[in-house]
Structures are given as C-alpha cells and as structure tokens.
C-alpha cells in the first residue's frame, strides 16, 4: 500500500471519528466501561491471591529437639532437615529465644512469665518454611523421621481448607471474569452494529460510485482501532486513578492485609485493555462492515 492511501485512509478515519462524535463517543464509553468491569474484577482477583499467598508463606512448620540434645547437637541436624528438597528454608531457634519471644507476645502481662528463666519448659526447635504448600503434611512425616526430632507441629488441616480457598476463589474469578469479557463483547459488538447501521447510506453510496470493499472498509477499520484505544486508554486512567484512591483510603488504613501494587499489575492491565479495545474496535469493525457492504 502506497504511503499517501495509508495517509488518505488515516485522515479519513480520524475526520470520521470527528464527522459522528456521538456515536463515536458512546462507542468509547461503552468500550471504556467494559474494560473497567474485567480490569476492576482482575485487579480483585490479583489481590485475594496475594492475601492467600501470603497467608501460605507463614505457613511454616515447627520441628521440636530432643531435650536431651545440647545446642551443638541440635545444630548438627540441620543439614538433615535441609535434604528434604520441598523444604525452602530452615530458622534454628533456642528456647532462651523462643521463651524471650514468647515473653513479647504477652508483651505488658508478660510478667507472669518471669518465673520460666531458670527452668524453661519450651524446646529447641526449626522453623521451617516450604517450597510449596501442598507438601505440608509429606514434608511433616519426613521431619518426623529426622534422628534428634522429637515432635513436629504442622497444622495440615488449616493448609487444606488455605487450598480450598484459594482454588475456589481462582474458579470463581476466572469464570466472572469470562463472562464479563463475553458481554462486554457483545455489547461493545452492538454499539458496533448500531454505527454502521446508521452510516449504511454513506457506505451504499461509496460503493455505487465504484470503490471497493477494501477501500470503504479501511477507514472504518481504522476509525474501530482509534476508538478501541482511546476507550483502552481513558479506561486504564480511569482504573490507575479508582484502584490507587482506594488502596490509599480504605485498604491501607488496614495494614495486615498485602494489597497488589497498580505497577506491578501495569502490564497484565495495559496488555488486557489495549489488546480488548483494539480487537474489538478494528475486528468488530471489519466484521460488522460486511453485511452492509452488500450493496
């Protein structure tokens, strides 16, 4: 294609974006609110995974020394408790350290404990944190088996029901999220539909005069793909602008909970928008054109 037709056929697209303003308007806008509903349920989803995800990284279990082992002696069996290839990493641990940590925790009442210094109740022990959760309760039965372990504390069952959640939860976003992306089609696709429709004397009338399909149908492809991003790019300012409002207002007042940052979401968002906007601006454009090029 020579450069002056591509200059021809972009100057006709952006004039006719211009030439029908409201339709081009409420093109974006519906395209515009789509993208919000499936980025806003994305960004959703993102973040109940990092809160599970986080909820699984302090997962850990806790493998109990023998009392009769000396500290030296305790020490020496880490090299066995890290053979075991799902385990991620270990924490040795005293029972001065676990007692004086224990002391924090009850922190003004911890005076109740002071009677404990001289003869502690509490063990030696490994902290240990995993590859992947799912091997909770394999990798509790191998530290069962270390030589110098006397009790291993692993809460398989709280692991389970974390499991469940978080694959419930998955299933449940993602088919919302499919469903959104099929309306949103579908609307954006009658929008579409409603566009040409009033333009089909305009485009019966190029078509009497000889031009042919390729040429009625690029500017209108190009006049798609121009909405499709502007709609992708009001829609992505809109969501920067929402989701940061209420990260910093609401979520961040509650500083237990891990929220998704918007930039480290930025390329899934950009990627899912501009790739949405601009398929169904150009295609649903070129799609819809045919039956009214049927003159």
Request: charged share 20%.
């Amino acid at each position: 294609m020579k450069l002056y037709n591509i200059t021809y056929f972009l100057r006709e697209g952006i004039q006719s974006i211009f030439s029908h303003r409201l339709m081009s308007i409420a093109a974006t806008s519906v395209i515009c609110a789509c993208l919000l509903l499936m980025g806003s349920f994305s960004l959703v989803a993102m973040n109940i995974d990092k809160l599970l995800e986080d909820i699984e990284n302090k997962n850990e279990i806790v493998a109990y020394v023998e009392e009769t082992f000396t500290e030296e002696a305790a020490r020496a069996i880490e090299s066995d408790i890290l053979e075991i290839t799902e385990i991620d990493s270990v924490e040795y641990m005293t029972k001065e350290k676990a007692l004086e940590n224990f002391k924090k925790e009850f922190g003004d009442e911890s005076g109740i404990l002071d009677g404990l210094d001289e003869r502690n109740p509490l063990r030696d022990r490994y902290t240990v944190t995993l590859r992947n959760i799912h091997d909770t309760q394999k990798v509790a039965d191998a530290l069962s088996e270390v030589d110098g372990i006397a009790k291993v504390s692993a809460r398989s069952d709280i692991t389970d029901k974390i499991i469940q959640v978080r694959d419930v939860t998955t299933a449940i976003c993602t088919v919302l999220i499919l469903i959104l992306v099929l309306v949103s089609v579908f609307i954006i696709s009658n929008t579409v539909n409603l566009t040409m429709f009033n333009r089909r004397e305009e485009i019966a009338i190029m078509k009497m005069i000889g031009a042919t399909n390729g040429f009625v149908r690029i500017p209108f492809v190009i006049e798609g793909l121009l909405i499709g991003i502007a709609g992708a790019s009001v829609a992505l300012l809109l969501q920067w602008g929402v989701y940061e409002y209420i990260v910093a207002s609401t979520l961040s007042a509650i500083s237990f909970i891990p929220t998704v940052s918007f930039g480290s979401a930025i390329w899934y968002i950009l990627i899912m928008f501009y790739g949405v906007g601009i398929l169904v601006g150009g295609a649903g454009s070129a799609l819809t054109l045919r039956k009214f090029l049927k003159v």
